[in-house]
């Protein structure tokens, strides 16, 4: 069975596939066999007539995998909302067992998979019953949660991390995205780590070359080979456990 984190955010936009995509490289960059998969995208590009997920794009490219999109991204659908309801827009089935069948596939193939949440911690996946902590937790896998630097992070991560714990999800650190080296944020980061006794693995900077819809990935590689202690990250990863694919 893989190893692997599961990454949730403490909203949309927060930054996941950024992380994602520096995580899976990093691990490759060592010689760990390692891979991404996002159950659902929503938010869908199309390219060169069909519909791709953007996110698992981002990963191969910056991670340098030769895996397709298909494979790393279980649905993809074109509506920017909650998973659940462009799956209803669109009139698409969602089948908690197929995303579950994909990721076990994933792990006969790859040592290490860091999957990626979809929005945040309470956000419909297949559909009101089956939320990104479920998927979370039917994983087996240990939490990462990803936050901002700026202002009203420590709300916003402590929220996450203590409904996380209270889901029963085993949250083992924290990355702090987008440091602009403010002292506010400084202090945000020092109180993220003290509030929640949870360690910052890893702080962020800002990357404005950075462009997931266009591919653009600029320094991302240099600043995670920098700033997160590949170490630290396959320690975390040891916490896996079965995948639960029963419905």
């Known amino acids: 069975m893989a190893k692997g984190v599961f990454i949730i955010g403490t909203d949309t936009d927060v930054g996941k596939s950024v992380i994602t995509a520096g995580l899976v490289y990093l691990l490759r960059r060592h010689g760990y066999n390692g891979v991404s998969y996002k159950a659902v995208q929503s938010g869908g590009i199309e390219e060169n007539g069909r519909l791709i997920s953007a996110d698992a794009r981002f990963v191969n490219n910056v991670a340098g995998l030769d895996e397709s999109l298909e494979t790393i991204n279980g649905y993809c659908l074109k509506t920017p909302v909650s998973p659940h309801l462009a799956a209803q827009l669109e009139g698409v089935k969602l089948e908690k067992s197929i995303i579950l069948k ?10 290490y998979v860091i999957a990626e949440g979809s929005g945040g911690l309470v956000v419909p996946l297949v559909d009101e019953g089956y ?8 994983l087996g896998l240990p939490v990462v949660v990803v936050s901002r630097t700026g202002v009203g992070t420590i709300n916003h991560t402590m929220l996450t991390v203590k409904y996380a714990q209270a889901a029963g999800l085993r949250v083992k ?4 995205n987008g440091y602009k080296s403010s002292a506010a944020e ?5 109180m993220v780590q003290k509030l929640t006794d949870l360690p910052v693995i890893g702080v962020i900077d800002r990357l404005e070359d950075v462009d997931v819809e266009k591919g653009m990935f600029g320094k991302l590689k240099e600043e995670f080979e920098r700033k997160i202690d590949i170490q630290v990250l396959l320690e975390m990863m040891e916490d896996a456990k079965d995948v639960n694919i029963n419905e």
Do not use: H, S
Request: one cysteine or more.
């Open 131 to 138: 939320m990104v902590y479920d998927f979370a937790k039917d």
């Open 173 to 176: 650190g924290i990355i702090m």
């Open 102 to 111: 994909k990721y076990q596939w994933l792990c006969g193939k790859y040592d």
């Open 186 to 190: 400084e202090d945000n980061v020092k």
